[in-house]
């Protein structure tokens, strides 16, 4: 750039920012200091922030960060809830049926409908992620005992 050109208050104002840094890092006195942002901020030109400048170093530029590497693309982690427990709440409900006279055999019955439905569930929960762990193999891995 030409030492001819005329600077901008934008540019007089960087020029002081970075003798502030170079003296928070140890490089010029309080005095030193004083003295060139008094200068630098009555520079007309760029030669004239040259010279304020010509014997500090640059600011080095900032390492570009490398590229992360490849992701797993599975499924999210899943969150587990962190709330009552159901066994200790069916136990409470087996206890209350048997002390309750005549509501027993609902509660039995009850049980039961809800453990049939509870093996569906896993039953069809199990069928589901075996074919997403499926997808994810690697070509040519099979699991063991498959051929």
Do not use: N
């Not at 104002?13 to 003798?19: G, I, M, P």
């Not at 587990?80 to 309750?100: D, E, K, S």
């Not at 027993?104 to 009850?110: I, T």
Request: one cysteine or more.
């Amino acid at each position: 750039m030409d030492d001819r050109i005329r600077v901008s208050d934008a540019d007089r104002d960087r020029v002081a920012a970075r003798l502030r840094d170079h003296f928070a890092e140890g490089r010029l006195t309080q005095d030193e200091l004083d003295e060139r942002i008094s200068a630098a901020l009555g520079a007309k030109t760029v030669g004239d922030l040259r010279r304020v400048m010509a014997d500090l170093p640059e600011p080095e530029p900032v390492p570009a960060r490398t590229a992360p590497g490849p992701q797993w693309a599975g499924p999210p982690r899943v969150a587990y809830r962190h709330g009552p427990r159901i066994l200790p709440l069916m136990m409470f409900a087996l206890l209350a049926a048997v002390l309750i006279p005549g509501g027993g055999w609902l509660f039995l019955k009850l049980l039961l409908a809800f453990w049939l439905v509870s093996c569906l569930v896993g039953a069809f929960t199990a069928g589901r992620f075996y074919r997403q762990m499926r997808r994810g193999w690697q070509p040519g891995y099979l699991p063991h005992g498959r051929r």
